[in-house]
């Protein structure tokens, strides 16, 4: 009787089916004694908390039936298998990805489709894009130390997206070589401030700090301070009187200044470079700067600065012996930091922190840039997403270090450039570059947000 009725279950189903008008487009096939539905492809993902350009990919499909499944990830190539578990998926390249699953079973195919946006900065993001981390500038998000950044005259008379970026974002500015001796004392007796005026008088109008940056510099000096004709003597007072003369315009609007620049040479033993200074003046020249600095404006935060203190242990020796020497005439360091994604380490940077800290001084990580073409490839067209995080993680990393400085040694930190394009790397090595916080259309990179996390 079982066996009967099963058989007339099974006649009526079919008698059923081929009466229906829309029997095309029911997707059941009747087997014996049971009926196979299609199977409905679904899936989710999430963005990877490790890798902001990872997902993890879950398939969600539910069947009766024993179906077989492959992914399309979006990024061209042949479809993958479905595998238990989840599938971590990572998008090298910015753009829109179209990701489609699609599951098979007895009874036909479905798919199921998700589109995701990568972008550089933020990496995932839902087709709408990434929201902003903060709608705070960068000085906004800090009070212990000043957030600052190199500016020119004539980009400050333009206005426009520069000005309006300075504003928002940073608290100090320092002129990128408009405030050095060959821009503003470029004849004998003849002094030019126009430049150095025009980036002063915008800082003060929008409460902003200033850093002169450089009074004394090798690389600085007009060609008649290199063939001065006159005595010794004679050299010594002129350079006295130029210190004096550019440090009493600016008192009360420049709150600090690197006294002199890049000293110490990068030869064995590190000696004092031969520069005219040095010739001229003798092995204290740099103590008789910083005493006329001194004298010039009390107030004045005075900094000895220079390049490679982390990197090299012989030169960052070198350098803070030159630096004990000047006892209470120095105030700070300026521990330039133009580094790489690979270089310096993390310990050779906090052996900086440490050695200024010991000493009491005020610390300035002035000059930061970021390098990343480090096979100086002259192909490269853009930044690739890879490099973009590993940039982020520096960015992240030197800020993070000096905001455990004690509060008493903070001053700044000065990032060297505003925009990609704008930066003197891509002149100096000749190649593509992106170091900075800003791409070449004033958007934040990932760099930017780097610096953020690292407050």
């Known amino acids: 009787m079982e066996k009967i009725t099963k058989y007339l279950i099974v006649s009526l189903g ?34 990877s908390q490790e890798d902001p350009y990872a997902i993890l990919l879950e398939n969600t499909t539910e069947s009766d039936s024993d179906f077989s499944a492959v992914w399309d990830f979006g990024k061209g190539g042949e479809k993958v298998a479905d595998k238990a578990g989840l599938e971590e998926v990572r998008y090298t390249e910015t753009g829109e990805y179209t990701i489609t699953f699609e599951a098979t079973n007895a009874a036909g195919t479905s798919t199921a489709t998700k589109t995701i946006k990568v972008e550089q900065r ?108 006159g005595s010794d003597a004679e050299f010594e007072k002129m350079v006295e009187d130029y210190i004096t003369t550019t440090m009493t315009r600016y008192k009360g609007k420049v709150r600090s200044w690197d006294v002199v620049n890049e000293a110490v040479d990068e030869s064995a033993g590190n000696p004092l470079r031969n520069s005219v200074f040095k010739q001229r003046m003798g092995d204290d020249y740099v103590k008789k700067c910083f005493q006329f600095a001194r004298n010039a404006d009390p107030d004045a935060i005075l900094f000895y600065n220079d390049f490679n203190i982390a990197a090299s242990s012989g030169k960052r020796t070198a350098i803070f012996d030159l630096v004990d020497d000047l006892g209470d005439l120095v105030d700070g360091l300026g521990a330039q930091m133009h580094i790489s994604i690979d270089y310096p380490s993390t310990e050779d940077i906090q052996a900086v922190v440490d050695a200024t800290v010991s000493r009491g001084l005020k610390l300035h990580f002035s000059e930061l840039d970021i390098r990343t073409n480090l096979e100086n490839d002259k192909n490269l067209s853009s930044l690739s997403t890879e490099k973009a995080a590993r940039q982020k993680a520096k960015f992240k990393e030197v800020v993070n270090i000096y905001n455990a400085v004690p509060s008493e040694n903070k001053f700044g930190v000065t990032v060297w450039g505003l925009r990609d394009n704008e930066s003197w790397l891509v002149d100096f090595f000749g190649v593509p570059e992106w170091p900075l916080l800003f791409d070449e259309n004033y958007n934040k990179k990932q760099a930017y947000d780097g610096f953020l996390e690292g407050l």
């Open 14 to 47: 079919l008698f059923w089916l081929s009466c229906s008008s829309d029997n095309e487009e029911i997707k059941t096939i009747v087997d014996d004694d049971i009926s196979v539905v299609e199977v409905q492809a679904s899936f989710e993902y999430t963005i």
């Open 122 to 229: 933020y990496g995932v993001c839902s087709t709408d894009g990434c929201e902003e981390l903060s709608q705070n500038g960068l000085k906004e998000e800090t009070d212990t130390f000043a957030v600052g950044v190199i500016t020119q005259s004539y980009r400050i008379n333009e206005g426009g997206n520069h000005t309006q970026v300075l504003k928002k974002e940073f608290n100090s500015l320092t002129a990128e070589y408009e405030m050095k001796m060959n821009i503003m004392y470029p004849s004998p007796n003849t002094y030019d401030f126009s430049a150095g005026d025009a980036i002063v008088d915008f800082a003060v109008a929008n409460d902003m700090y200033v850093h002169g940056h450089a009074l004394i510099w090798h690389e600085a000096s007009p060609d008649w301070v290199e063939n001065f004709t």
